[in-house]
């Protein structure tokens, strides 16, 4: 997947869900040596399911040890975390939350000297697994990234007349923390609601994450392509979520959830997002808090046969260093077209009698992190 993702000039973000250990076991059980069996003392059952408890420091560290195991040995672009930290609450018959089973772990923080109040200790599990996260990947890898998509209202009543989950009080999970921390390099809150929602505004929440952004890193918000359909809402909306994402000063991009709705161009979205939104290709937002190196601008050659009917370009770094991708820009009958190649491709033929050739050419090299070198241009000789 990583190798068709990149041949496709696309990252590869490995997405996890961090606690969980186990969803159905009737359908996929997992084998002897699963972390279940080996250490069934770090897990808990919650609404069926099991969970590595957050509150063990040990099941906290098996799993960062796992994803960076996975950062380790692929060629990855990004770390991704769900919004799935500690569970969302479930109900019994009487319509009463079930209690999180943590109290083992809780008691034994307390006779070790913890003095935080049981939801501040929650909170500060997950907190130290993202920060520890951020560090250990940066350690391994300083180029990938690391993203979060948390729920997307922090807190009930923030901004004012919003109303929903807290995620803060129910999933623990301080994504606020995380932004203004720099403990991510992009946070994609799931603002999954309509635009007219009147206590889970799209454009209310989209405006009050852009304005949280102090730690100055990547906000794409997350949008619910998945609601499109005869009972939610039509492809329409979704194209004007993005138009307001586009619009919202601090705000570099978004997710869509989930691919099938694209798959399946469920109310022509796909179309039309190709005809309204996504005409031309992007490059994905430069990172510099990663690395502040610049590509060198690249040199080009142009050489054509004797008929100019046959051109070649051929193009390099003055250093021979090889950047991460290649962004070529023709203007063929004065409109300029762009493609993105791979580092490795390092020139270009094309054939005059079948395809115009290009009255200018320019070639910019881009790093790892999305940085642009200046580019060079050339002119077709004639």
């Known amino acids: 997947m990583i190798e068709q993702a990149h041949q496709r000039n696309m990252e590869f973000h490995a997405w996890f869900n961090p606690f ?4 159905d076991a009737g359908n996929n059980p997992n084998q002897h040596d699963h972390v279940t069996h ?32 996975v950062v380790k040995r692929y060629d990855i672009d990004a770390v991704h975390l769900d919004d799935y930290f500690y569970p969302y609450p479930e109900k019994n018959a009487a319509k009463q939350v079930i209690p999180f089973p943590d109290d083992a772990s809780w008691k034994k923080f307390q006779a070790n000297g913890g003095k935080l109040a049981r939801d501040d200790w929650r909170r500060d599990n997950v907190n130290r697994f993202v920060q520890r996260l951020f560090a250990g990947v940066k350690a391994e890898k300083p180029w990938v990234k690391v ?27 301080d994504a606020l923390k995380w932004f203004q921390s720099g403990w991510v390099d992009y946070l ?30 990547h906000l794409w918000p997350g949008i619910s ?31 869509q959830w989930s691919f099938r709705a694209l798959h399946q161009n469920r109310d022509g979205l796909a179309v039309k997002l190709l005809r309204q939104i996504n005409t031309t290709p992007a490059l994905v937002p430069a990172s510099p808090w990663l690395d502040a190196t610049v590509p060198e601008r690249p040199v080009v050659a142009f050489g054509q046969d004797a008929g100019r009917t046959v051109s070649v370009f051929q193009w390099g770094t ?3 260093t ?38 200018l050419l320019a070639v910019t090299a881009i790093s790892r992190v999305g940085h642009a070198s200046p580019p060079f241009v050339a002119q077709r000789a004639g």
């Open 188 to 217: 994609a809150p799931q603002l999954y609601w309509s635009i007219a929602a009147p206590e889970q505004s799209f454009p209310v929440l989209l405006k009050w994450w852009a304005a949280q952004n102090t730690a100055a890193r």
């Open 38 to 69: 080996k250490h069934p003392d770090w897990v808990v059952s919650y609404d069926g399911k099991a969970l590595l408890n957050p509150g063990i420091p040990e099941a906290r560290e098996y799993v960062l040890n796992i994803i960076l195991d």
């Open 318 to 320: 003055p250093s021979g």
């Open 147 to 173: 993203g979060i998509s948390p729920f997307g209202i922090w807190k009930s009543g923030v901004p004012a007349g919003t109303r929903g989950l807290d995620a803060t009080q129910q999933l623990y999970a």
């Open 20 to 23: 969980r250990a186990l969803v």
């Open 225 to 255: 392509s998945a609601s499109i359909g005869p009972s939610g809402r039509n492809a329409e909306e979704i194209i004007q979520q993005l138009k307001l994402i586009r619009a919202q000063a601090g705000a570099g991009g978004s997710l």
């Open 322 to 359: 090889v950047p991460a991708w290649w962004l070529l820009q023709q203007r063929v009958n004065g409109t300029w077209q762009s493609e993105l190649l791979p580092g490795a491709q390092t020139n270009r033929t094309l054939k005059g009698a079948s395809v115009p050739l290009p009255e």
